[in-house]
């Protein structure tokens, strides 16, 4: 009969152990899924502002401000050599 109790009572302790096992891995996954969902909406949010800054690039670039039409015209400008390409 000593027994029966001391592995009744090994099986209540291993099942207690077992339950803050896995109450402490549901909230460590718990936390992380927090951390997930907080990093998601950062990202989509940095998305966002990415995609509101090229819309708003693209408008810039007609007009007086858009830039050279090729990359020669563009390295003309940059070095500021348009009278000595003119004279040829």
């Known amino acids: 009969m ?8 090994t099986y209540q302790i291993h099942k207690a152990a ?3 096992l896995h109450r402490t891995t549901y909230n460590a996954l718990e936390a992380h899924l ?20 090229l819309d708003m690039r693209d408008t810039l670039k007609t ?5 050279p039409a090729t ?10 050599m348009e009278e000595e390409v003119s004279k040829y």
């Open 34 to 53: 927090i951390r997930l969902d907080q990093h998601l909406t950062n990202k989509q949010h940095t998305l966002m502002t990415d995609l509101r800054c």
């Open 18 to 20: 077992c339950s803050l």
């Open 2 to 9: 000593k027994l029966h109790r001391n592995v009744s009572f």
């Open 63 to 67: 007009g007086n401000m858009a830039p």
């Open 71 to 80: 990359e020669t015209d563009r390295n003309i400008q940059l070095t500021k």
